[in-house]
């Protein structure tokens, strides 16, 4: 089991920046990438970015450039970062937190509200 804690969101002007972090705890060491994904309203759930536990990551085009995923793992807590540069009003959605393990589960952290005002 996985649990994930967000911390991070809420209003900032457009062209700011912000940062979201997600805490992974449990069985951590089975984690084989972590990721972000968005929802803004009426639309569906969007891949943000992913790292794995290798480094590799991968982002969408909208954010390539913008955002910047990054993790840290210990013994105890794997963290995962977005840092959100020169945000858009369009960035504006709920965001959460993923973390794949190696049987395929994938486990949801809470969404945090990002919102970015022009």
């Known amino acids: 089991q996985v649990q994930l804690v967000v911390s991070g969101g809420g209003l900032v002007q457009a062209g700011g920046s912000m940062t979201l972090s997600c805490a992974a705890s449990?069985?951590?060491?089975?984690?084989?990438?972590m990721g972000w994904y968005r929802q803004a309203p009426g639309k569906q759930r969007e891949l943000v970015a992913t790292?794995?536990?290798?480094?590799?990551?991968?982002?969408a085009d909208s954010v390539k450039g913008r955002f910047t995923i990054s993790s840290y793992r210990n013994n105890a807590k794997y963290t995962v970062y977005l840092f959100m540069n020169s945000l858009k009003p369009e960035d504006t959605a709920v965001y959460y937190c993923?973390?794949?393990?190696?049987?395929?589960?994938?486990?949801w952290g809470q969404g945090t509200q990002v919102t970015v005002s022009s």
């Open positions: 993923t973390a794949d393990q190696i049987n395929e589960f994938r486990s």
């Open positions: 790292v794995t536990s290798g480094g590799t990551t991968n982002y």
């Open positions: 449990g069985s951590i060491f089975s984690i084989n990438a």
